[in-house]
């Protein structure tokens, strides 16, 4: 197996690990993986008149943590797919966002809400 396809199926995973724990808090998962012309969020879901866009990092054995990832530039790129996001479902233009992280690392998994703006 190649290292992309390792690191996408690890992704994968991730993501379900995600979407499984955030039904389970009462959150409805809208979409998974949208794709912008600016990058991918990999999931919006929306709970209590607020849509969080969602970005999953899944580690192993890794010392610096997965909310590492989400730099400026990475944020950049998900406000923006935010706004083709809106465009495309205005349904949702009024609700309050959160830009959240789910770092999952050796299979631990921590909610990160409001993590930037």
Same mark, same amino acid.
């Given at each position: 197996?190649?290292?992309?396809? /390792? $690191?996408?199926?690890?992704?994968?995973?991730?993501?379900?690990?995600?979407?499984?724990?955030?039904?389970?808090?009462?959150?409805?998962?809208?979409?998974?993986?949208?794709?912008?012309?600016?990058?991918?969020?990999?999931?919006?879901?929306?709970?209590?008149?607020?849509?969080?866009?969602?970005?999953?990092?899944?580690?192993?054995?890794?010392?610096?943590?997965?909310?590492?990832?989400?730099?400026?530039?990475?944020?950049?790129?998900?406000?923006?797919?935010?706004?083709?996001?809106?465009?495309?479902?205005?349904?949702?233009?009024?609700?309050?966002?959160? /830009?959240?992280?789910?770092?999952?690392?050796?299979?631990?998994?921590?909610?990160?809400? $409001?993590?930037?703006?």
């Amino acid at each position: 197996m190649s290292n992309q396809a /390792f $690191n996408q199926e690890k992704g994968n995973a991730g993501e379900d690990a995600a979407s499984r724990y955030l039904r389970q808090q009462g959150f409805r998962i809208l979409t998974r993986n949208f794709r912008g012309r600016h990058g991918e969020i990999d999931i919006i879901a929306v709970r209590d008149q607020v849509l969080h866009f969602i970005e999953v990092k899944n580690r192993t054995g890794n010392l610096i943590p997965g909310r590492c990832a989400v730099n400026t530039a990475k944020q950049k790129h998900i406000r923006d797919t935010v706004q083709v996001y809106l465009t495309k479902n205005q349904q949702w233009a009024d609700y309050l966002m959160s /830009f959240d992280v789910i770092e999952i690392t050796d299979g631990n998994l921590e909610f990160l809400e $409001n993590c930037f703006y």
